[in-house]
T-cell receptor
């Protein structure tokens, strides 16, 4: 069974600084996908970034990058130049292989509440 | 945005009453999911569907049933609501041929 662990229930960062949100995962599959979602106070789930387990380069999307360390089973989210609008809950998630005949659902961590300070 | 709507968006109901939540999508995605979100747990899978009339249980399915009679609609039913089912419910869809899972706006359900 897959498991996602986010050990930081809350984080604070100064505006314009970079912040790293930790995510470790556990799976016996060789092929999998890793995701980060943002959930602002309004409640919607916003997709941020995706990393495939066979992708050799770390994924980047604007100010978001995913620090993927496969051997350590970690997939940390790095937000550069934090903005006040980045204050939100952030979820790490994993999908099992599409070829497995499974539900293809996402398994989520418990989330990290990020607060950006002015 | 996969054109996912959920109804109702907010509902307050009493213990023991039946409740049905609706998820509607416009993108013809094959897979549909119901998750619940509770503090400290992230999102957990309740039920999912991999086609019309094809459904299966997820991690926290007790007390819930689902139906999918059309590709675009996925219904979640609480046969007899309990206070432990107070939660935010998210519907999601997945086309199956790329990686992104799309989420609806959520339904906040309170069982008193």
């Amino acid at each position: 069974a897959q498991k996602i662990t986010q050990t930081q229930p809350g984080m604070f960062v100064q505006e314009k600084e970079a912040v790293t949100l930790d995510c470790t995962y556990d799976t016996s599959d060789q092929s999998y996908g890793l995701f980060w979602y943002k959930q602002p106070s309004s409640g919607e789930m916003i997709f941020l970034i995706y990393q495939g387990s066979y992708d050799e380069q770390n994924a980047t999307e604007g100010r978001y990058s995913l620090n993927f360390q496969k051997a350590r089973k970690s997939a940390n989210l790095v937000i550069s130049a934090s903005q006040l609008g980045d204050s939100a809950m952030y979820f790490c998630a994993m999908r099992e292989p599409i070829s497995s005949g499974s539900a293809r659902q996402l398994t989520f961590g418990s989330g990290t509440q990020l607060t950006v300070l002015p | 945005d996969a054109g996912i709507t959920q109804s109702p968006r907010h509902k307050v109901t009493e213990t023991g009453t039946p409740v049905t939540l609706r998820c509607h999508q416009t993108e013809n995605h094959r897979y549909m999911y119901w998750y619940r979100q509770d503090p400290g747990h992230g999102l957990r899978l309740i039920h999912y569907s991999y086609g019309v009339k094809d459904t299966d249980k997820g991690e926290v399915s007790d007390g819930y049933s689902v139906s999918r009679s059309k590709t675009e609609d996925f219904l979640l039913t609480l046969e007899s609501a309990t206070s432990s089912q107070t939660s935010v419910y998210f519907c999601a869809t997945f086309a199956g041929d790329n990686y992104e899972q799309y989420f609806g706006p959520g339904t906040r359900l309170t069982v008193t």
